[in-house]
């Protein structure tokens, strides 16, 4: 069994910053691909970063690059993703997964998936 705990998030201006963590137990961590979703009300979930097990690989949707950045600590089993310059369509309920595939932008091939965490920009 893994769990996946959120925390973060909240409301910010258009241009502010929010870091979501993502804190892990159970199955080892530090062996699993993580990735970030993100889900605005009446769309569907969409990718936003992945990371690989070890760091040294990430993935980021094209929106999103330059202004998000998924990070980890194995030591700490926590991923995090730092958001900066947001936008009021950034507005949406993010959840991290966990895949033991590896990194990956499909979110079926996550197998478990934190609990969600809203955040909210205004303009």
């Known amino acids: 069994q893994v769990q996946l705990v959120q925390s973060g998030g909240g409301m910010v201006q258009a241009g502010g910053s929010l870091r979501l963590s993502c804190a892990a137990s159970?199955?080892?961590?530090?062996?699993?691909?993580m990735g970030w979703f993100r889900q605005a009300p009446g769309k569907e979930r969409e990718f936003v970063a992945a990371?690989?097990?070890?760091?040294?690989?990430?993935y980021y949707k094209n929106s999103m690059k330059g202004r998000f950045t998924i990070s980890r600590d194995n030591a700490k089993n926590t991923v995090y993703l730092q958001m900066n310059s947001l936008k009021p369509e950034d507005t949406a309920v993010y959840y991290c997964?966990?895949?033991?595939?590896?990194?990956?932008?499909?979110?079926?091939?996550?197998?478990?998936w934190g609990q969600g965490t809203q955040v909210t920009v205004s303009s």
């Open positions: 997964a966990s895949s033991p595939t590896g990194i990956t932008t499909i979110g079926h091939a996550y197998d478990y």
């Open positions: 159970g199955r080892t961590f530090s062996s699993n691909a």
């Open positions: 990371i690989s097990w070890s760091a040294g690989n990430t």
